[in-house]
């Protein structure tokens, strides 16, 4: 099964890169909105100023309390449980919509604002709660988003508020304090997750602790007012949540679909062996996929010149080996049929010379083959060609003053010439460049190495005294398997593949190699010069 076209046959719906974004944009979106509903500080302030305003209250109305308390005949005053005192009770608190509960000194229950004396005796009034409702249900879902969030914190929970059915002072423990003439405040909650503000201050006579009264309130303003803040916050949410999904599908589209077009376009090379299909082109896009799609681009059209030069090299291979492959078929041949001596021994010279050639050529071949891998696995360094054209000269003299040749070494100033580079390949580059000038220079003719720096970079040059180059030449001598060799050279002692090789490795080297003759002013051609640009390290 081919792996390669799964992305092809998978559904059209959101990609994976799309959904990602949208899952981390949303994820980072919802933590901020969880963060801000959970408005504890902001409910805790209110709750404060509740219970500030239950404390004046309470004070206040416990002080008017205090006063009607009527004195007993030939006694202190005390609170008794009377009509008056409940009705009173129950007018003083009717305005602020709190419950005020009246306990004697002993804690019995004097009076409840919400007990009402009537023809068939007592009744009690109870607020009811409002009817339900989306903001209902809302706050409902909001209490529990509270609770779990406080399991999670492990903050202390409020006090569960019960009561019962005769009550005294004791139950409540704000009313106890207040009793022993302290004003208390205590939150508890109901059953149903509805908080209860409480706040007892004691009632008295110049002094004397006649009493305690109770306000309770409800924290539905508290609710109300927080519900509102969290609606708010809400809707801030579902607009902030279209925005977020439509930038970061967007976003998200900006850079999956460039990829999903790259990669299609990549299979399409892939499976297109003509390497007719392009990499769409994405230059104008100055970011990361900009540049994937250029490296793309030029990849797919570095791969086509290196195919293409594969195919050439393949051609010319089989060229070059068809020739001394025919003379040798034919020298053979030949052999079969002549029986005398001296004609078989020139035609055995021939069969070993062509032999001879054929090992050049295979030799310069496998050489050509392994070059491009070698200098892209092989690690780079720094080299001194000052030091190594005195190597190579020392190396080369010898074979020189053989031929009547003087080798020359001219390296002006005493900075070292550093570039980055394989030492090998560059000391071959220099050997065949040498070898080359010795092949075409006169007996007693001069070949001079020069070396310098230009700027950020080292020109090299290789000079002689020879025929030079044939006009309109200049780049050709640079093909594999071009030989024009001087007269007199046996044919077929070169492959051709010299020069060529030479050229292959100075680009490696992110140099350049060109090749023009040397002339006197009035135009004589005084011999070749091969010019070899470096970049400094």
């Known amino acids: 099964m081919d792996m390669g076209n799964d992305w092809k046959r998978q559904p059209q719906t959101l990609s994976p890169i799309t959904r990602r974004i949208l899952a981390v944009n949303v994820l980072a979106l919802l933590i901020l909105v969880a963060g801000l509903l959970y408005v504890a500080d902001h409910r805790r302030g209110l709750i404060d100023a509740e219970l500030a305003a239950l404390r004046v209250q309470a004070e206040l109305i416990a002080a008017a309390v205090g006063e009607a308390a009527a004195p007993a005949e030939g006694g202190p005053a005390e609170l008794t449980q009377t009509r008056t005192a409940s009705q009173m009770v129950r007018r003083l608190v009717q305005p602020t919509g709190t419950r005020a509960r009246l306990f004697g000194v002993d804690g019995t229950l004097l009076a409840d604002s919400r007990l009402l004396v009537g023809p068939g005796g007592m009744i009690q009034v109870t607020e009811l709660p409002p009817p339900p409702g989306r903001r ?20 202390h929970t409020l006090p569960l508020y019960h009561e019962k059915p005769i009550e005294i002072a004791a139950d409540y423990e704000e009313a106890s304090a207040a009793l022993g003439g302290d004003l208390a405040a205590v939150v508890r909650i109901t059953a149903e997750g509805q908080m209860i503000l409480s706040v007892a201050a004691p009632v008295q006579r110049y002094k004397q602790v006649l009493g305690a009264l ?18 708010d916050i809400l809707r801030i949410f579902g607009v902030t949540l279209i925005l977020t999904v439509l930038l970061s599908i967007y976003l998200a589209g900006t850079i999956a679909r460039p990829i999903l077009r790259l990669a299609a376009a990549a299979e399409r090379v892939r499976r297109d062996r003509s390497l007719q299909h392009t990499i769409p082109d994405y230059a104008h896009r100055r970011d990361e996929i900009g540049v994937l799609a250029s490296a793309l681009r030029e990849m797919t059209e570095a791969l086509r010149q290196r195919m293409d030069a594969i195919e050439r090299f393949a051609g010319d291979v089989a060229h070059e080996l068809k020739s001394p492959i025919t003379s040798l078929n034919s020298a053979l041949e030949t052999v079969r049929r002549v029986n005398d001596p001296d004609q078989r021994t020139k035609l055995l010279a021939i069969i070993e010379h062509d032999i001879q050639r054929l090992d050049r050529l295979i030799n310069d071949i496998s050489d050509a083959s392994r070059l491009d891998a ?13 030091a ?58 001069r070949i001079t190495l020069t070396g310098m720096r230009d700027g950020d970079r080292i020109v090299c040059e290789v000079l002689d005294d020879g025929p030079g180059i044939p006009v309109g030449r200049e780049e ?49 051609v005084l011999g070749a010069r091969f010019v070899v640009i470096l970049p400094a390290a």
């Open 136 to 155: 209902q249900y809302l706050s409902s879902m909001l209490g529990w988003f509270d609770r779990v969030l406080e399991k999670l914190s492990g903050r």
């Open 214 to 231: 109770m306000l309770t309130k409800s924290s539905r303003e508290v609710d109300a007012a927080v519900l509102g803040v969290r609606l």
């Open 374 to 386: 070698e200098l892209s696995r092989a690690q780079a360094g720094p080299v001194d060609l000052r």
């Open 388 to 445: 190594l054209f005195g190597a190579l000269i020392q190396v080369t003299e010898i074979t020189a003053t053989d031929r009547d040749l003087h080798l020359h070494l001219a390296l002006p100033g005493k900075g070292d010439l550093l570039v980055t580079g394989l030492e090998s390949r560059l000391v071959q580059v220099f050997r065949n460049l040498l070898t080359n000038a010795m092949s075409f220079s006169p007996s007693g003719g």
């Open 476 to 524: 050709m001598i640079f093909r594999r398997f071009y030989s024009d060799r001087p007269r007199g050279e046996a044919f077929g002692a070169h492959s051709g593949l010299g020069l060529a090789i030479s050229k292959q490795i100075v680009e490696a080297h992110r140099g350049s190699i060109h090749a023009e003759n040397r002339r006197h002013p009035d135009g004589r």
